[in-house]
């Protein structure tokens, strides 16, 4: 077994080129992910913003609406109504707020699947 010291260390060279190779790809893989969830974070709240904005805004001049048109008739029974419809739809939404909370993020799902086949080819046997 009388192997070229050459033939190995140009074994070994190539060897290491393809782990730096595989590495770098993974790098590039992690950061689009990760400037990827960070636009989608970024819209998420510029969009929620804005719809909170202007759903307030509408909700409250709706409500004010309503209770001058009924400021005659049932001004308390507008009040309450509206009033109810408030804290129910902010109860409904801190709901929704804890949910997603904690349902967490998929950040870097599709690396830890790629490095899960890279181990994978590399030991021969699928792990769980």
């Known amino acids: 077994m ?3 010291p ?6 070994l060279r190539g060897l290491a080129t393809n782990g730096v190779g595989l590495l770098r790809t993974r790098l590039e893989l992690l950061k689009v992910e990760t400037e990827e969830e960070a636009a989608r974070v970024v819209g998420l709240l510029l969009w929620g913003f804005v719809a909170v904005l202007f759903g307030c805004a509408g909700a409250v001049f709706l409500a004010v609406f309503l209770t001058v048109l009924w400021w005659e008739s049932h ?3 507008a009040l ?4 109810a419809l ?3 739809t902010a109860a409904v939404a ?3 707020a804890r949910r997603l909370a904690r349902q967490g993020s998929r ?4 690396s830890l699947a790629e490095l899960r086949r890279d181990e994978e080819a ?4 699928p792990r769980p």
């Open 75 to 77: 001004r308390l029974l």
């Open 107 to 110: 950040l870097f799902a599709a």
């Open 6 to 11: 050459a033939s190995l260390l140009a074994s």
């Open 2 to 4: 009388s192997g070229n």
């Open 94 to 96: 801190a709901g929704m």
């Open 122 to 125: 590399l030991s021969g046997e």
């Open 86 to 88: 408030f804290v129910a």
């Open 80 to 83: 309450g109504v509206f009033a």
